[in-house]
């Protein structure tokens, strides 16, 4: 065999090796990504940019609010408590969150009185 015909023939297998398909995935850095900083809640039946590992059920909280009552921070007493329960379950979010209300006249008294439920279910995000 000559030389000079297997010196061409060595470097067009290289060349065409080269330009095969490289499987990089086994290579590639897998990084897992971080739980969110901040409980979220949402309306929404998941979070965009977010997938749902775990549900961790249904949860309500529920306050009464009768006539002069600060109802904005009955409100935010009651976002507080979910927010502790939801960590304490090790949930990142309550998603679905609906408010709903039913009203009573309460004996006795001028006022008619509420009672606000705050429900979702709480999910652990990846």
């Given at each position: 065999?000559?030389?000079?015909?297997l010196?061409?023939?060595?470097?067009?297998?290289?060349?065409l090796?080269?330009?095969?398909?490289?499987?990089?995935?086994a290579?590639?850095?897998?990084?897992?990504?971080?739980p969110?900083?901040?409980?979220?809640?949402?309306?929404?039946?998941?979070l965009p940019g977010?997938?749902?590992?775990?549900?961790?059920?249904?949860?309500?909280?529920?306050?009464?609010?009768?006539?002069e009552?600060?109802?904005?921070?009955?409100?935010?007493?009651?976002?507080?408590?979910?927010?502790?329960?939801?960590?304490?379950?090790?949930?990142?979010?309550?998603?679905?969150?609906?408010?709903?209300?039913?009203?009573?006249?309460?004996?006795?008294?001028?006022?008619?009185a509420?009672?606000?439920?705050?429900c979702?279910?709480?999910?652990?995000l990846?």
């Open positions: 065999m000559q030389v000079t015909t010196i061409p023939a060595i470097l067009l297998v290289a060349n090796t080269a330009c095969l398909p490289q499987d990089k995935s290579t590639a850095p897998v990084t897992a990504k971080k969110p900083e901040n409980f979220m809640i949402s309306t929404l039946p998941a977010w997938d749902i590992k775990e549900s961790k059920g249904m949860y309500c909280q529920m306050f009464r609010h009768i006539g009552d600060n109802y904005g921070a009955q409100f935010r007493q009651a976002m507080a408590a979910i927010e502790e329960e939801g960590k304490k379950s090790g949930a990142h979010a309550l998603i679905n969150f609906k408010v709903t209300a039913a009203t009573y006249e309460v004996q006795g008294a001028k006022w008619s509420a009672t606000v439920n705050l979702g279910d709480f999910v652990v990846a």
